[in-house]
């Protein structure tokens, strides 16, 4: 049996990709963001934002510094920033129309 739209017409194999495709870039762009920012001055390195970090945003290099890789990835949590025993990071919420380009 082939799949109907309202309308009545037939919905081809194409359709559904294409609708499925469609819902999945609107639920993107509805995603919460965030901007980290990361204060080097007051960060001893200690890793704990880059473990608590749930989509990995961060990173830590070879020389101990705490960097931002991935900051698409930034949903905003805050985990970072509240396990952060010097708060050396901050996280701004960053609206999704500035995302979305």
Known sequence: MQPQRRSG???SEL???EIAEEKKA???RRLPRGHVTIFPNWCKGCGLCVEFCPTGVLE???DGRVIVAHPEKCTACRWCELHC???AIFVTDVEPEE???
């Open 9 to 11: 017409k037939r919905v």
């Open 15 to 17: 359709d559904v990709v």
């Open 26 to 28: 609107r639920a993107k």
């Open 60 to 62: 830590q290099g070879s």
């Open 85 to 87: 025993p010097d708060f």
């Open 99 to 101: 995302v979305v380009k």
